[in-house]
């Protein structure tokens, strides 16, 4: 039987009407390992390799959806990859699958030239995610995490300085009013976070740095901070989110807990 002959037989399944009026919030793709080409304020373009996670939101009239053409939609966009395209990826998701909300989340690690050794140039590496979403509307939120490093240590014979250790991390999350280049917000991240020498750090007082940092630049409409400071046997944490969500039940309950302390005592929450 002739191949198109047996296309026009097939049923399609998954477009087939389902009586059960039950609508699935999250259908999709996960942990599909993907090359991509992201700009690069420096080089103009750097290829990294990402995990992506992308998923519809199904109406309860279909039966399921085509998992096949998530990855037809990547390759379609291969070597195209950047924030302006991000938008046009959600919206032949949306478009293709019949769906009334699409989701692409995005991990991968991006590179920086920190420095030049005797032999070759020093990289950083910095972990990154976008998580998009298209319904009504298109939202982007940016996520970077960045490692806080102890201060150098120098030997005074030979005036060199050395590596000491992590202190811990920053990751900063921001929903943004215009564009600004990876690096930038890296590097608006660090010189905030950067630690004194001759001063004890506290999470807190590195997270409201931070913050007030986000704040006075006009780039951000939103912003979330997580400061993580690492010691022997737990971890450290302060967060800060502007502007301050609206709590909600779960907030008041741990809210609630965390206030029946017996006073007189300190607590420590191991991370």
Same mark, same amino acid.
């Given at each position: 039987?002739?191949?198109? %002959?047996?296309?026009?037989?097939?049923?399609? @399944?998954?477009?087939?009407?389902?009586?059960?009026? @039950?609508?699935?919030?999250? =259908?999709?793709?996960?942990?599909?390992?993907?090359?991509?080409?992201?700009?690069?304020? !420096?080089?103009?373009?750097?290829?990294?390799?990402?995990?992506?996670?992308?998923?519809?939101?199904?109406?309860?009239?279909?039966?399921?959806?085509?998992?096949?053409?998530?990855?037809?939609?990547?390759?379609?966009?291969?070597?195209?990859?950047?924030?302006?395209?991000?938008?046009?990826?959600?919206?032949?998701?949306?478009?293709?699958? !019949?769906?009334?909300?699409?989701?692409?989340?995005?991990?991968? /690690?991006?590179?920086?030239?920190?420095?030049?050794?005797?032999?070759?140039?020093?990289?950083?590496?910095?972990?990154?995610?976008?998580?998009?979403?298209?319904?009504?509307?298109?939202? %982007?939120?940016?996520?970077?995490?960045? /490692?806080?490093?102890? /201060?150098?240590?120098?030997?005074?014979? %030979?005036?060199?300085?050395?590596?000491?250790?992590?202190?811990?991390?920053?990751?900063?999350?921001?929903?943004?009013?215009?564009?600004?280049?990876?690096?930038?917000?890296?590097?608006?991240?660090?010189?905030?976070?950067?630690?004194?020498?001759?001063?004890?750090?506290?999470?807190?007082?590195?997270?409201?740095?931070?913050?007030?940092?986000?704040?006075?630049?006009?780039?951000?409409?939103?912003?979330?901070?997580?400061?993580?400071?690492?010691?022997?046997?737990?971890?450290?944490?302060?967060?800060?989110?502007?502007?301050?969500?609206?709590?909600?039940?779960?907030?008041?309950? =741990?809210?609630?807990?965390?206030?029946?302390?017996?006073?007189?005592?300190?607590?420590?929450?191991?991370?």
């Amino acid at each position: 039987m002739p191949y198109g %002959l047996i296309d026009r037989c097939m049923k399609d @399944i998954q477009s087939l009407h389902d009586t059960r009026r @039950i609508n699935i919030r999250k =259908v999709g793709v996960k942990s599909l390992t993907y090359p991509i080409i992201v700009l690069d304020k !420096e080089s103009k373009t750097q290829q990294t390799l990402a995990q992506m996670n992308m998923y519809v939101s199904l109406p309860h009239r279909f039966k399921g959806t085509h998992m096949s053409r998530f990855v037809e939609i990547l390759n379609r966009f291969h070597g195209q990859f950047n924030l302006k395209t991000f938008h046009l990826i959600l919206e032949e998701m949306k478009v293709r699958l !019949e769906a009334e909300a699409a989701h692409l989340e995005i991990e991968f /690690p991006y590179f920086l030239t920190t420095g030049q050794s005797d032999q070759a140039p020093q990289m950083a590496r910095y972990d990154c995610r976008l998580h998009g979403s298209l319904a009504q509307t298109f939202d %982007l939120v940016v996520e970077v995490d960045i /490692p806080v490093g102890l /201060p150098a240590l120098t030997d005074s014979s %030979l005036g060199t300085k050395s590596f000491s250790g992590i202190w811990g991390g920053v990751t900063v999350a921001v929903r943004m009013r215009r564009f600004l280049w990876i690096e930038d917000l890296i590097d608006l991240i660090e010189q905030s976070a950067a630690l004194q020498s001759n001063t004890a750090e506290t999470v807190e007082s590195m997270c409201r740095r931070v913050s007030a940092s986000l704040y006075a630049n006009d780039s951000f409409r939103w912003y979330k901070v997580v400061v993580k400071n690492i010691t022997s046997g737990y971890s450290t944490f302060a967060s800060s989110e502007w502007p301050d969500p609206a709590p909600n039940r779960v907030d008041g309950l =741990v809210e609630a807990c965390f206030s029946r302390g017996t006073p007189g005592t300190d607590v420590v929450f191991p991370a």
